[in-house]
């Protein structure tokens, strides 16, 4: 059976707080939820529980993003040396806390991670992350209206843009989907003062299979162990 499973983020419109212009973001978009000062996530979840009741597998031919406008940035000054934005996207068969998010803006989850001890980076492997899409975006200045020492306003263009999907069949019972961004620390008088991302839709095409007895019965022990060790 073919299926085609599909997630949907809503748009993220972070402004900078006028009555706390050094400290704090805020957000103007629903289902938004803040784990630091500069880090946030959108998160969801797809139900397989109905394909495993039935003992039936759940595999993947393919994901892709779509977009539903424009990321754009505005700012009284900007300093690009620390006025990135990273957006990390992914859809994974186990949860994630929310350091662990944290710590996939710094090293996409399922890879050795980066030798930084003070980070809870989990026990992922690339079996656990069906789709993954990770971008570090900078304005373009081409666009934007006036120089980066005056305030002006841009269009967002991705100087990093990896994907890391596995595509791996799963019998998990859901898939846990998050969208993690990291902005710039807000400003007011001097600094960025506005984010504008659109709502983002992932879609997997998804085949559901019934497989012989015992390799169902290994690929459900083996889903079982891997939320565990996470």
Known sequence: ????????????????????????????????????????????????????????????????????????????????????????????????????????????????????????????????????RYQLMYPNSTIGAGAFTTPGNAALMSITDTTYSSLEPTAADCLYCYRVFSLPTPGFESGVTKVSLPAKRVILDAFIVEEPDLEYMMRLKRSYELANQV
């Open 1 to 132: 059976m073919d299926r085609t499973l599909v997630v949907e983020f809503p748009w993220f419109v972070a402004d900078s707080d006028k009555l706390d212009p050094v400290a704090s973001w805020v957000l103007s978009a629903t289902n938004t939820r803040q784990i630091s000062n500069t880090v946030y996530v959108q998160e969801m979840k797809l139900d397989l529980s109905g394909y495993i009741q039935s003992d039936l597998t759940v595999g993947f031919r393919r994901s892709f993003e779509q977009e539903g406008g424009t990321d754009f940035m505005f700012w009284e000054s900007f300093d690009s040396n620390n006025d990135g934005l990273i957006e990390n996207t992914f859809v994974s068969s186990v949860p994630f806390n929310d350091d662990q998010l944290i710590g996939s803006l710094l090293s996409c989850p399922g890879f050795i991670p980066y030798a930084f001890p003070s980070f809870d980076w989990g026990n992922f492997n690339r079996t656990h992350l069906i789709h993954g």
